[in-house]
């Protein structure tokens, strides 16, 4: 070998060997779990050691609870919209208002001395004391760092897992993630979601992270905390509802229920509309009268009177959201109730918008404690659920309310731009889903139309309706020549007509499409259904209802 070539071929196996331990050294160092501990107190948002973090169901809130005289309070936003909906704080009066199943403790926070809530600038505070007096939860309060751990979810399965030997929670999924928590073997675990090598865990303490799979037991289901569901009584019926609404607009019409309930078989709950709200102070019209109810007992019908806000002279949010009024409205139609010895009463109070949806579920929730102990049904109108209307809270509506149904039509209405049905198979079987997903199905009533809309599209391309009932609709079509064929998709016939004067169509609604939507009432195992409105439908049709029903 030439000696001149030797320090070269030195210097090259020089650099492979230092190439080949800088890869082993980078392999060994991939390999190796991190060591880095996560800034926990960022973690959690704190930045004062007055003040705790909040964690419910696994969630930091962003809001922190702050220390006042040796107690930790949170503010009731948060307590509201998280912990507790029934903790609830009339600001228009300074009342706090706990409700529980059987009554309403309320508290004059006025003063400012209450030991369990202060207001401080708009923010109102509630203290950890009564939280915990009040709520069904699992509660820690613990240091370094300070936070407070709730569980309340009220999931019917919750999925966890035990830790097979000492490792970490990491804040992501990968070993040189910072370390949020030390685990031990045996400690246990909520698991959120498995995916490939890690899974997303719970801690007990309050944090939530990545754990390696390799490091878990098998999954399996972990003891879900108490639901106070059953301290809710109910005055659900043993039987399926088949019920109607019967549009009361004189105390003359009253006299019509002695014809009316010979030629309804089958039907065994009737609701008129009898009470409207007349002003701000939870003030009543009422249409109600003894000897309607008389005659529909001795029928076999309960009675079940309905209240409506229709009135363009008051505020739904100007009523519902002052405990006098509350109160006042309450008192009200639980005394016309009693005096015509209803059976129930049905709260069809509509267009409530976000800002007063606390307050509406609030009055429910009173409402459900006065009906309970005047022995009334108390049912609840909804619209068909969109997101929307999420703050009408179905969910808490089937807790304290004996049903909750389901206005299952007004899918296209007088206002709609585009023609289209009342009331199509798609729309109602949502509807249908989407409430069984948060109310108990045998607490859930399905409303069903007897009417359907005539569209005219004009020549100038302008849209209007008319509404029309079940005999009605079917004179017009053959009156007018519409061409009329089955349409599967939204179950119904739909009609049809174009000439000169413009474009006509009607989705119908009649024997054929009520028993398709019947079929789902069946398929779900719902409490029943009932029918807008008395006076659109023909004879027939209550046959037809009572095969699904009765």
Request: charged content about 20%; proline content about 3%; glycine content about 8%.
């Amino acid at each position: 070998m030439n000696k001149k070539n030797t320090p070269v071929l030195v210097v090259i196996a020089l650099i492979i060997l230092v190439l080949i331990a800088g890869g082993i050294s980078f392999i060994i160092n991939r390999r190796t779990p991190g060591t880095k501990k996560a800034d926990v107190e960022s973690y959690f948002g704190l930045s004062s050691e007055e003040e705790a973090a909040v964690v419910v169901n696994h969630q930091v809130i962003d809001a922190k609870a702050l220390s006042k005289d040796g107690t930790y309070f949170i503010d009731y936003d948060t307590v509201s919209g998280y912990i507790n909906g029934r903790i609830y704080w009339d600001k228009n009066e300074s009342k706090l208002i706990i409700t529980t199943p059987s009554e309403s403790v309320i508290t004059d926070v006025s003063s400012g001395t209450t030991p369990d809530f202060y207001v401080d600038g708009d923010t109102g505070y509630v203290s950890m004391n009564l939280i915990e007096q009040y709520t069904t939860m699992e509660c820690q309060v613990l240091e370094s760092p300070n936070r407070i751990v709730i569980e309340n979810s009220d999931e019917t399965q919750i999925t966890g897992a035990d830790v097979t030997e000492d490792t970490q929670v990491r804040e992501k999924g990968g070993i040189k993630s910072p370390i949020l928590s030390e685990m031990t073997k045996g400690d246990t675990v909520t698991v959120l979601e498995t995916m490939d090598n890690w899974s997303q865990v719970a801690t007990e303490d309050g944090y939530t992270g990545y754990i390696q799979n390799d490091k878990l037991s098998e999954i399996y289901e972990l003891t879900v905390p108490e639901d106070d569901r059953a301290a809710y009584t109910s005055l659900t019926r043993d039987h399926k509802i088949n019920m109607v609404w019967h549009q009361v607009t004189a105390l003359a019409a009253n006299a019509d229920i002695a014809n009316i309930v010979n030629s309804m078989p089958g039907v065994n709950t009737i609701s008129p509309t009898w009470f409207s709200i007349t002003d701000n102070n939870g003030n009543i019209s009422s249409f109600a009268d003894a000897g309607y109810v008389q005659t529909a007992h001795a029928a076999g019908m309960e009675v079940w009177g309905l209240v409506d806000n229709f009135s363009t002279e008051i505020s739904s949010l100007e009523i519902l959201s002052h405990t006098t009024s509350r109160t006042n409205l309450i008192n009200n139609l639980i005394q016309a109730a009693q005096a015509v010895d209803l059976d129930g009463i049905n709260l069809d109070l509509e267009l409530i918008s976000e800002e007063t949806g606390p307050h509406y579920v609030q009055f429910i929730r009173e409402m459900g404690i006065a009906c309970r102990k005047a022995g009334l049904v108390l049912s609840i109108d909804d619209p068909v659920p969109q997101p929307y209307t999420e703050h009408y809270n179905r969910k808490e509506q089937g807790i304290v309310a004996d049903y909750v149904i389901i206005m299952g039509y007004d899918e296209h209405t007088s206002g709609s731009e585009e023609a289209g049905s009342v009331a199509s198979l798609g729309f109602v079987e949502a509807g249908i889903e989407n409430t069984v997903a948060v109310v108990p199905a045998e607490k859930v009533i399905n409303g069903i139309p007897f009417y359907t809309r005539l569209w005219i599209t004009d020549g100038s391309g302008n849209l209007s309706s008319e509404v029309y009932g079940m005999d009605g609709a079917d004179k017009y079509v053959s009156e007018n020549g519409l061409d009329v064929s089955w349409d599967a998709e939204t179950g119904q016939n739909y009609a049809e007509k174009e000439d000169d004067t413009g474009l006509y169509q009607m989705w119908m609604e009649n024997e054929d499409s009520i028993t398709e939507k019947l079929k789902l009432v069946e398929s779900y195992d719902l409490a029943g259904v009932s029918a807008w409105k008395l006076g659109f439908q023909r004879d027939s049709i209550w046959s037809v209802i009572s095969q699904y029903v009765n």
